[in-house]
């Protein structure tokens, strides 16, 4: 569990699941930036989980990185008691944000995807985001923020992304009545949407395959696929006390993408 400089007694505490790679470690730069201290997950890769606490530690900023597979539910509160022990080594006992970034792709046909393709992206996209946050609610702090990122692939279509972008339709819907129900908490819950971005999820499709990444560019109002960057900074000024208003919105971040 590697983690940097001390942090300050009133610092934000924020949990980034996802959190090693692409819009993930984006988002934990971020906010490290914005002096928010980041819990954040990965599933297998410890050594890119390592650079991005080297990174933010580079920037004077403490980042702490656990271990978690979202479609393991079963796992998660052993996890919960690992974040407890995370918390308390930034001199906490709550957290302040939740980002539920964590995910994986599913490129199949429709008449192709067996029941344990769906069952996978149920698990990790709707089932463990659900489940996750109702573990963290008893140390999620009143007056908190939740974001669930979701897809641009809610809105337009992509023939063969139909499992994947259903549960991220799920994820969306489950967004508005999380933000009714912890309402009266003053809890805050939004949907950020990414359209295309140029990481190595879905193997680098977007940003590895010229072909594809010249089509997205010229669907897209601003000329050219988005960059984790393009992100990253976007969630962590959502989160910040300026956006406190902003409530059961699902927000799309794609340059304008097919409009």
Known sequence: MPVTMPAGKNA???????????????????????????????????????????SAAL??????????????????????????????????????????????????????????????????????????????????????????????LTRFTSPGISAYASMKGAVEVLTRYLAKELGPRGITVNTVAPGAIATDFSGGIVRDNPELNRQVSAMTALGRAGQPDDVGPMIAALLSDDNRWVNAQRIEVSGGMVI
């Open 59 to 152: 920037a004077g900023h403490r980042a702490v990185a656990l271990q978690l597979d979202m479609g393991q539910v079963g796992s998660f509160d052993a996890f919960v008691e690992d974040l407890r022990g995370a918390l308390d080594m930034l001199h906490a006992t709550r957290l302040d944000f939740l980002v539920n970034n964590a995910g994986m792709s599913l490129h199949k046909p429709f008449d192709q995807t067996s029941v344990d393709d769906l069952d996978l992206v149920f698990r990790v996209h709707f089932q463990g985001v659900f489940f996750l946050i109702q573990k963290l609610l008893p140390i999620l702090n009143d007056g908190g923020r939740i974001i669930n990122i979701s897809s641009g």
């Open 12 to 54: 934000k505490i924020a949990l980034v699941t996802g959190g090693s790679r692409g819009m993930g470690r984006s988002t934990v730069l971020s906010l490290a930036a914005r002096d928010v201290q980041t819990i954040f997950t990965y599933n297998s890769n410890k050594a890119e989980a390592d650079k991005v606490v080297a």
